[in-house]
């Protein structure tokens, strides 16, 4: 009886070691460019960036070569998906509609003195991109809800470069930025801001 009970844990602890022994192998990225940040899209289709370079794979990263169409830039920082849908920001903000295979710039005049840190899909036509602006000096937010056609410049309310960006909804939006602040916007309210300075957490203003 005894062996009975012996064997299972056996093979259970047999299993456990082999997950905890589990161990990474080195890639070869097809560029001697720093690599900041790695996309998955599918098992199979991801994207890798840092610098000027954007690299990818079709076959879960087997292999790895430069990536096509990419509107060229000088400081790739972030890249998100809704499906097929993606976009692309840095110094440039370019949108993909078929998984990475075609790109078009989006970046528009008004944009210049933009440098994007962040971006999130919302969904296929809705995505906020967040970073510096230079001039006037502040945290940037746009937002678009038709794809990309038209990005709408919202206000951040703060001097403080905007760094990630994250959504649970098309309507309910978070950011981090510099200076231990914290921001977060609903489109059917007005905006409110959450703002820590060191370990005070302090306000949550106005909903109306």
């Known amino acids: 009886m005894k062996i009975r009970f012996i064997l299972p844990v056996l093979v259970l602890l047999s299993i456990v070691s082999t997950g905890m022994a589990q161990n990474w192998r080195g890639l070869?990225?097809?560029t001697t460019t720093v690599l900041n940040s790695v996309r998955f899209i599918s098992g199979s289709t991801g994207f890798a960036f840092g610098g000027n370079v954007v690299v990818k794979t079709t076959n879960g990263g087997t292999s790895w070569a430069p990536a096509t169409g990419v509107t060229a830039g000088n400081a790739y920082t972030a890249m998100h998906f809704a499906n097929s849908t993606g976009w692309l920001v840095g110094d440039v903000l370019t949108k993909t509609t078929d998984?990475?295979?075609?790109?078009?710039?989006?970046?528009?005049?008004?944009?210049?003195?933009?440098?994007?840190?962040?971006?999130f899909a919302a969904s296929a036509t809705t995505a906020y991109v967040v970073g510096a602006s230079f001039s006037p000096a502040g945290g940037a937010i746009y937002k678009t809800t038709?794809?990309?056609t038209n990005w709408v410049s919202q206000t951040s309310g703060t001097t403080n470069t905007l760094n990630g960006v994250y959504c649970t909804d098309v309507n309910?939006?978070?950011?981090?930025?510099?200076a231990t602040t914290l921001l977060k916007t609903r489109s059917e309210e007005h905006t409110s801001e959450l703002q820590s300075h060191l370990n005070l957490v302090c306000r949550l203003l106005l909903e109306k």
Do not use: E
């Not at 309910?172 to 510099?178: L, V, W």
């Open 99 to 119: 998984g990475g295979v075609t790109w078009t710039s989006q970046k528009t005049t008004a944009m210049t003195l933009v440098t994007f840190r962040a971006v």
């Open 28 to 30: 070869t990225s097809g």
């Open 172 to 178: 309910t939006c978070f950011i981090a930025a510099n």
């Open 146 to 148: 038709d794809g990309g």
